[in-house]
């Protein structure tokens, strides 16, 4: 399978982070909720295959679950969706090689939040409650034990969990830039996705479907939510911004300068 190397990955990312800065509000919002919906249903499919197997199966389960759950960003990135914690790797980046600003980056992040949770909330609801997928038998209790263990993180248990959630997220992110077909993008999304999953990190994005999915089922409130969204927001920006999009920045920044010296040449030549 043909890929990119890491220095042309980086162009990639600082180019896609530059269009999603001046991306017009409808379809920004519109990408957003499918990208908050595609996550959802990804949760959701892990919830389904997990829901009623034998506690003695242990942590073999949350393997099964991490296998599917990556089908969320598989769409979102083969088919087409904004997310926010990819946005969290791409806006930086896009602001470090001066291709994007401050102003952008808020823009871009409080329009994918606010698009991506409905879209998560939209398959809550609707799948979660209304059709019963979440709240019969052991698929409630499931559902329920997730969202509380993710909620009975202390701040910075869940700042820190974040930040490694992230990590691995932003990392398929840019290993799917750095293949050239779809397979080789499937392949580059599922690791780094299953293995979050299955080390049990938090996820903003994925946090916006399974608590909510529990509050509508009577198990917990919207304060509840909230004190989980602020440490897991800062945790996932810090994980996408810092430990992927400034340290290969710093690492391969003369290689993006060399390119666009050489592209500044060309088209000098051209004219």
Request: charged residues 10%; contains cysteine.
């Amino acid at each position: 399978m043909a890929f990119n190397s890491p220095n042309h990955i980086v162009q990639q990312v600082v180019e896609a982070g530059a269009k999603k800065a001046v991306m017009p509000v409808r379809n920004t919002l519109v990408l957003g909720f499918l990208g908050g919906a595609f996550i959802a249903l990804g949760f959701l499919l892990d919830i389904r295959v997990i829901g009623n197997l034998p506690e003695e199966w242990g942590s073999f389960s949350s393997l099964l679950g991490g296998a599917v759950f990556p089908i969320g960003l598989m769409l979102i990135i083969i088919a087409g969706g904004e997310l926010l914690t990819g946005n969290m790797l791409a806006l930086p980046m896009a602001i470090l090689a001066k291709r994007a600003t401050l102003g952008q980056l808020g823009r871009n992040w409080s329009l994918i939040l606010i698009s991506n949770f409905a879209g998560a909330i939209f398959v809550a609801y609707f799948f979660g409650h209304v059709v019963g997928l979440t709240e019969t038998g052991p698929f409630l209790t499931k559902t329920i034990a997730i969202a509380q263990a993710k909620i009975d993180d202390t701040f910075i248990k869940a700042f820190v969990s974040a930040i490694g959630c992230n990590w691995l997220v932003c990392l398929a992110v840019w290993m799917a830039y750095g293949a050239e077909d779809i397979g080789g993008k499937i392949l580059a999304i599922w690791f780094p996705i299953m293995g979050f999953v299955a080390i049990g990190f938090q996820h903003v994005v994925a946090n916006m479907f399974v608590i909510p999915a529990s509050i509508f089922a009577g198990g917990l409130g919207w304060a509840d939510y909230f004190s989980n969204f602020v440490p897991v927001f800062m945790g996932n920006a810090i994980g996408g911004g810092v430990f992927v999009g400034l340290m290969y920045w710093m690492v391969f920044k003369e290689s993006i300068r060399n390119i666009e010296s050489q592209v500044d040449k060309r088209m000098k030549k051209a004219v």
